[in-house]
């Protein structure tokens, strides 16, 4: 745990936002804590873009796409390239879908991760659940709740990232079969058995 502090905090200076961030959020009400995940969530997608185009001129074509919904998507573009795996992105996908209903509906701000699970209609459930559980071992010792799949998922997709920047700048740049094979090997290695 004391590795994965330190890791957190090389992120948390990495990305330039302020030492125990990680902490912070983890106990945010659950609006807070999907809208501020979310945003780091994009925050590392725009590096990982920028960072695989090595072209300054990018960054005008990437603020104009958005981040989730359609063929001209970042998340697309990211899939298109085959830069991160599919676990990732729908865990991304399975986050983005709340933020965007959260964020648009003021009255949602009360709401919980569980509420909103619940409120989903069964087959969107299925779906929603595949999303956001696809990085962790759902037989972990969780109290099973949304807000714990989406908290372990996404600490998850933020320590592959971080490793992904990390591996990127000592490697000089693994190819996309190399970092491919250590990102799957990652989640399997670390999703926790009963």
Known sequence: ?????????????????????FKVLAKEPDWAFVVK????????????LREHFHEPK?????????YNGGAASKLSLVRDLELLPNELLKF????????????????????TLQAHY??????QQKQFLDNISCLVDTRLP?????????EAGGFHAIVLLF??????????????????????????K???PD
């Open 1 to 21: 745990m004391e590795r994965f502090n330190s890791d957190m905090e090389d992120f948390e200076r990495d990305m330039g936002i302020d030492p125990g961030f």
């Open 190 to 192: 670390t999703k926790t």
């Open 118 to 123: 619940e409120a989903l209609p069964l087959p």
């Open 142 to 150: 969780l109290k099973n709740t949304i807000r714990d799949l989406i």
């Open 37 to 48: 995940l979310q945003a780091l969530m994009e925050s590392a997608i725009n590096s990982l």
């Open 163 to 188: 490793t992904w920047r990390k591996v990127h700048k000592l490697t000089k740049g693994a190819t996309r079969d190399e970092w491919l094979h250590f990102i799957e090997d990652f989640v399997t």
């Open 58 to 66: 990018m960054e005008a074509f990437l603020g104009v796409l958005t």
């Open 92 to 111: 991304f996908t399975g986050l983005a879908s709340i933020r965007n209903k959260w964020v648009h509906g003021v009255r949602d701000v009360d709401n």
